[in-house]
């Protein structure tokens, strides 16, 4: 066979493998193990020979595999996250056992999910963000929790054919998904209306990220963010890269929710979608975060030097009274 040519791939004379070798080396115990195995059987040798022959050590050979003792269930727990979470890789996967009190490392589930032959399918490649000539990017970055929201619509039909519309809302600092509203129709009013009800819960953002969908550039609400004080961020036509958070954030709600469902209601599909909002906000692993939730739920801890009787009976008190008004009684 020729030689190659200088700087090309292809096999040459000189290797010796020309075809390449798929199987991989022997590295692991377990490997070398039934690599001696496998020599012993074929060829008829000893296995001091075989163990010498392929580097194994002999006490290695015949000490038996010993896995651990939570092997079984943490392979059975890793499974079952994988088939509830179908689009979630093992990075995903190994933040949600941590959340659920497993001790455990990446590494570790990366072999059981190879071991198991779990895999995500590929996704298209990630588009390139619009850069300046100085190497400078164009969007404004979020500093601080309610610096800079974005919001931006999804559309999706029910199991008649009809079609509904969703408008996504999130903090592009924390991550968190503050609204999804459904509706078969969304105008500048519904869009007024969803943003005053979150203004009013987590105060006005300093700065608000959008397309130049007609919703969002109309007068009524330009003018309206104006008053209240919330600068405007309008993304170049064409480009939703731009909108980098929210596009991520909307294909995550398709490829996790959207084209696993079937709606057939609206009402149902406010309930899912509401559900996995609540999940995404409370118990999704995020990349960007450490793999941490953006909103993790929390609890309340007792006041210091308040004894668990009186804060149980304050709350006794407070249910009595409640019932006497819904009884019609004495407040």
């Known amino acids: 066979?020729?030689?190659?040519?200088?700087?090309?791939?292809?096999?040459?004379?000189?290797?010796?493998?020309p075809e390449?070798?798929?199987?991989?080396?022997?590295?692991?115990?377990?490997?070398?193990?039934?690599?001696?195995d496998h020599v012993c059987k074929a060829l008829g040798v000893s296995e001091r020979r075989a163990c010498k022959v392929t580097g194994q050590h002999r006490s290695t050979q015949r000490k038996p595999a010993r896995p651990r003792p939570d092997e079984k269930s943490l392979t059975a727990e890793i499974i079952r996250l994988a088939s509830q979470y179908g689009r979630y890789g093992y990075r995903r996967i190994t933040g949600l056992l941590r959340n659920d009190g497993w001790t455990v490392n990446a590494k570790r589930v990366e072999r059981i999910w190879r071991r198991e032959g779990l895999k995500v399918p590929k996704k298209q490649p990630k588009r390139g963000r619009l850069w300046l000539n100085d190497g400078s990017c164009m969007r404004l970055r979020p500093q601080y929790r309610g610096h800079v929201w974005s919001y931006d619509f999804v559309?999706?039909?029910?199991?008649?054919?009809?079609?509904?519309?969703?408008?996504?809302?999130?903090?592009?600092?924390?991550?968190?998904?503050?609204?999804i509203h459904?509706?078969?129709?969304?105008?500048?009013?519904?869009?007024?209306?969803?943003?005053?009800?979150?203004?009013q819960r987590h105060g006005p953002?300093?700065?608000?990220?959008?397309?130049?969908?007609?919703?969002?550039?109309?007068?009524?609400?330009?003018?309206w963010l104006g008053r209240i004080g919330v600068k405007t961020l309008y993304i170049e036509p064409g480009s939703p890269w731009e909108n980098g958070y929210n596009e991520s954030f909307n294909g995550k709600l398709r490829d996790e929710l959207l084209n696993?469902?079937?709606?057939?209601?609206?009402?149902?599909?406010?309930?899912?979608?509401?559900?996995?909002?609540?999940?995404?906000?409370?118990?999704?692993?995020?990349?960007?975060?450490?793999?941490?939730?953006?909103?993790?739920?929390?609890?309340l801890p007792r006041p210091a030097g308040l004894p668990y009787a009186t804060l149980r009976a304050a709350q006794q008190g407070d249910l009595n009274r409640r019932n006497s008004n819904l009884a019609g009684g004495p407040p």
């Open 205 to 223: 953002p300093a700065h608000i990220r959008s397309d130049n969908g007609a919703e969002f550039t109309s007068h009524t609400v330009r003018d």
């Open 155 to 179: 559309a999706d039909r029910t199991h008649d054919g009809k079609a509904f519309r969703m408008l996504t809302v999130i903090d592009e600092h924390s991550r968190e998904c503050l609204a």
């Open 1 to 17: 066979e020729p030689a190659a040519p200088k700087g090309g791939v292809e096999p040459d004379a000189r290797r010796f493998d």
């Open 20 to 36: 390449g070798d798929c199987r991989g080396k022997v590295l692991s115990p377990s490997r070398r193990r039934s690599a001696v």
């Open 260 to 299: 696993g469902e079937i709606f057939y209601t609206l009402r149902e599909a406010e309930i899912l979608i509401g559900c996995w909002r609540q999940h995404y906000n409370t118990l999704r692993p995020h990349s960007s975060l450490g793999y941490k939730p953006p909103a993790p739920e929390t609890i």
């Open 182 to 199: 459904v509706q078969r129709q969304l105008k500048s009013d519904d869009v007024l209306a969803v943003l005053t009800d979150l203004f």
